[in-house]
């Protein structure tokens, strides 16, 4: 079956730009399925970042609209999330998630990231 | 402050049963938008319980159903057991991106 797994650094300083990737194995990126980000911060709930699919097409959150971009590399077999701008708010876990049948129904391990100087 | 509301806690003791509601807007639920269910254990990732309203994933137990119904849904849990103490998430849809609830903690007494 599908799994995911993040990675990327886990410090980022303020106002600099977080990068993470999502490597897909046991299936392709190509398939017809949405590839998600979602963050939650120390201690509190989910929050949905945005969704990629294999042709680019993008669906952001508005709230972070004006600083997330979202790719895929096919030859890879994985997508990626960028923030930029970011500061202590941005602090949280961050998981890859897909589609595969219905709701987000294949998550990775995530990965936690911190903004600090 | 989340698109959709849960309560923060609920509680059972072992054997009973408890419900989770995840009330929405005429944006989300209400205009028909499927309703998701996730359970979160600490220091997991959440793992996906309830699909579409009221679909188990292979592998849930059928203790976990989930309703819909106007602008909420709601997650039931029958015969609650000390592994099923974990957050809870709901999550819809929004024009076009994904919302969720703020989570609720379930603690089984």
């Known amino acids: 079956q599908v799994q995911l797994q993040e990675s990327g650094p886990g410090l980022v300083k303020p106002s600099g730009t977080l990068s993470l990737t999502c490597a897909v194995s046991g299936g392709s990126i190509s398939s017809s399925n949405w590839w998600s980000w979602v963050r939650q911060p120390p201690g509190q709930g989910l929050e949905w970042i945005g969704e990629v699919y294999h042709s680019g097409t993008t669906n952001y959150n508005p709230s972070l609209k004006s600083r997330v971009t979202m790719s895929v590399d096919k030859s890879k077999n994985h997508f990626s999330l960028k923030v930029n701008s970011v500061t202590a708010a941005d602090t949280a876990v961050y998981y890859c998630?897909?589609?595969?049948?219905?709701?987000?129904?294949?998550w990775g391990q995530g990965i936690l990231v911190t903004v600090s100087s | 402050q989340s698109v959709l509301t849960q309560p923060p806690s609920v509680s059972g003791a072992p054997g009973q049963r408890v419900t989770i509601s995840c009330t929405g807007s005429d944006s989300n639920i209400g205009v028909g938008a499927d309703v998701h269910w996730y359970q979160q254990v600490p220091g997991a990732a959440p793992k996906l319980l309830i699909a579409d309203n009221n679909i188990r994933p292979s592998g849930v137990p059928d203790r976990f159903s989930g309703s819909r119904s106007g602008i909420s849904a709601s997650l039931a849990i029958a015969g609650l057991q000390a592994e099923d103490e974990a957050d809870y998430f709901c999550q819809s849809y929004e024009n076009t991106f994904w919302v969720f609830g703020g989570g609720t903690k379930l603690t089984v007494l």
């Open positions: 998630a897909a589609v595969i049948f219905e709701g987000l129904d294949c």
